[in-house]
C-alpha cells in the first residue's frame, strides 16, 4: 500500500542546533515533493518544492534533499529559532496532476 | 494581496444538522482544492477544481458530502447531515494552476459536530 512517513514523535532541540526531520514514502513515484509549515490553529503554508532530478534545494537556512533510491526526503532547519517551532508535513504529487498527498507531519519544539 | 479566505473559522451543531463551508480563493488561482484534516493528521483531499469542474471527487463521501464551485471562483463545501466522525479542521486551499507546485492555504474550517 502507499505510505507517507514522518516522525510522529516530537523533535525537541535547543536553539542554535539544526533540526532534520525526515519524509518516506512507499509505493509512490512522485514527480516532486514538498514542504510546509503549519501553526497551530493556521492552514499550512508552503516552504520549499523540490522535484525528482534535484538532489538539493536551499532556501534561507532551510534545506531539503530528496533521493528518489531510498525514497527518502530530509528536511534541514540550520541555527534553529524559538520561532520555527510548528508542525512541518511533507506532500508529494501521487499523479503528476497537482493531487497532493500529505505525511501525517512531524512537530519540531526548539528551546531557547 | 489578499490570501485564501474562508467563513466560519468555527461552527458547533448538532448530528443530524446540515453545515456550509466557503471559500474565496486568491484572484487568478484556477485550481481550488478542499481538504480535511484531522487532529494530528495531514490535510487528506476530499475534491479539486479546474475553474468550475470538479476534477478529482474520488474521496468525497457523496452521500452526504456536496460541492461546488460557481463561476469558477467562490466554492461551498456541504455536509447533510452531518456526524459525530465529521468533526475536523475543512481546509480550502488554491493554485495558480493545475501542476504548478506550491498551494496557498486559507485559515480552515473548524468544525465540532455534537
Known amino acids: 500500500s502507499q505510505k507517507i512517513e514522518q516522525n510522529s514523535e516530537a523533535l525537541n532541540i535547543q536553539e542554535g542546533k539544526t533540526a532534520t526531520l525526515t519524509c518516506n514514502y512507499t509505493n509512490y513515484s512522485p514527480a516532486y515533493l514538498q514542504w510546509y509549515r503549519q501553526d497551530p490553529g493556521r492552514g499550512p503554508v508552503f516552504l520549499l518544492l523540490?522535484?525528482?532530478?534535484?538532489k538539493e534545494k536551499r532556501k534561507e537556512r532551510l534545506k531539503v534533499t530528496f533521493d528518489t533510491t531510498l525514497k527518502q526526503s530530509l528536511f534541514h532547519i540550520t541555527a534553529s529559532q524559538p520561532a520555527d517551532s510548528a508542525t512541518y508535513l511533507c506532500?508529494?504529487?501521487?499523479?503528476?496532476?497537482?493531487?497532493?498527498?500529505f505525511g501525517t507531519g512531524t512537530r519540531l519544539l526548539v528551546s531557547p | 494581496e489578499a490570501g485564501v479566505v474562508q467563513s466560519p473559522r468555527y461552527k458547533i451543531i448538532e448530528k443530524k444538522q446540515p453545515v456550509a463551508f466557503w471559500c474565496n480563493p486568491i484572484?487568478?488561482?484556477?485550481?481550488l482544492y478542499w481538504y480535511l484534516q484531522n487532529l494530528g493528521q495531514g490535510p487528506e483531499l476530499l475534491i479539486r477544481y479546474e475553474n468550475e469542474e470538479a476534477v478529482d471527487d474520488s474521496q468525497l463521501p457523496k452521500d452526504r458530502f456536496s460541492a461546488e464551485r460557481l463561476k469558477g471562483v467562490d466554492s461551498t463545501l456541504k455536509i447533510q447531515p452531518a456526524e459525530l466522525g465529521d468533526s475536523a479542521v475543512y481546509l480550502c486551499?488554491?493554485?495558480?494552476?493545475?501542476?504548478?507546485?506550491?498551494?496557498?492555504f486559507g485559515e480552515g474550517s473548524r468544525l465540532t459536530v455534537l
Open positions: 506532500a508529494l504529487d501521487s499523479t503528476g496532476f497537482q493531487k497532493l498527498v
Open positions: 484572484s487568478g488561482h484556477n485550481t
Open positions: 486551499a488554491s493554485s495558480l494552476r493545475q501542476g504548478a507546485g506550491e498551494l496557498f
Open positions: 523540490i522535484r525528482e532530478n534535484e
